[in-house]
Structures are given as structure tokens and as C-alpha cells.
């Protein structure tokens, strides 16, 4: 079993910056992927970000470039997102999950672990 546990939300204007951190603990392996993931009241749960553990390979969903970063500390196997310059439409529950085969999907389905969500607020 692998368990996720998110921090770091908050309210925050808008321009202004969060970073979210997701620690795993249990059976993870050294090959698994994480991502963020984010979800708005009465809309699909939507891709951010996501990065491989093996090879640090980052993904972005295209309305976060350049603000947002997605990083890991595999000592403390923990992922990190980075988000600067929010904006209101960023508001919405941020989910962390893992997959343990090291792939990274920009769908929900595959991942085999999710974190119990935090709450990014962000006012205009």
C-alpha cells in the first residue's frame, strides 16, 4: 500500500504564489511517476502536471507553462508543485497521485494511488 498526503493549499489573490508538496510512504518502488492533478466544483477532474522519478521527465497542461513547476526530492520522496502567477480559473481542489510503473499519463485512470486533495482558492 502507498499512502499520499498533500499540503500546502490556501487562499491566495490572484498573481500571487502556493506551492503544494505530496510525501509517499509504504511499497512505492524507485521507478513511479507522480502527478497533480486538479478539480473544480462541477468539472472533470483535469491533468496539471506530471514528472518521472527515473528520469525527471515533466509534463504540463498548456495553461500552466510557465507558471507552474513540478518538482521531486526522491530522499524524501516528495513532489512539489510550484504555482506562480495564479489566476482565478486555478481555483479548485489539487489532488496528488502515483503510478508505480514510472509512466506518466495525462488522464486519471491509470494512476494507482491519489492523495485526499487540498484547496487552492485563488481571488481576483
Known amino acids: 500500500q502507498v499512502q499520499l498526503v498533500e499540503s500546502g493549499g490556501g487562499l491566495v489573490q490572484a498573481g500571487g504564489s502556493l506551492t503544494l508538496s505530496c510525501a509517499a510512504s509504504?511499497?512505492?518502488?524507485?521507478?513511479?511517476?507522480m502527478a497533480w492533478f486538479r478539480q473544480a466544483p462541477g468539472r472533470e477532474r483535469e491533468f496539471v502536471a506530471a514528472i518521472s522519478r527515473s528520469d525527471g521527465r515533466t509534463s504540463y497542461i498548456d495553461s500552466v507553462k510557465g507558471r507552474f513547476t513540478i518538482s521531486t526530492d526522491n530522499t524524501k520522496n516528495t513532489v512539489y508543485l510550484q504555482m506562480n502567477n495564479l489566476k482565478p480559473e486555478d481555483t479548485a481542489v489539487y489532488y496528488c497521485?502515483?503510478?508505480?510503473?514510472?509512466?506518466?499519463?495525462?488522464?486519471?485512470?491509470?494512476?494507482?494511488?491519489w492523495g485526499q486533495g487540498t484547496q487552492v482558492t485563488v481571488s481576483s
Open positions: 497521485a502515483l503510478e508505480l510503473n514510472g509512466r506518466v499519463f495525462k488522464t486519471p485512470g491509470p494512476y494507482d494511488y
Open positions: 509504504g511499497r512505492t518502488g524507485n521507478t513511479y511517476a
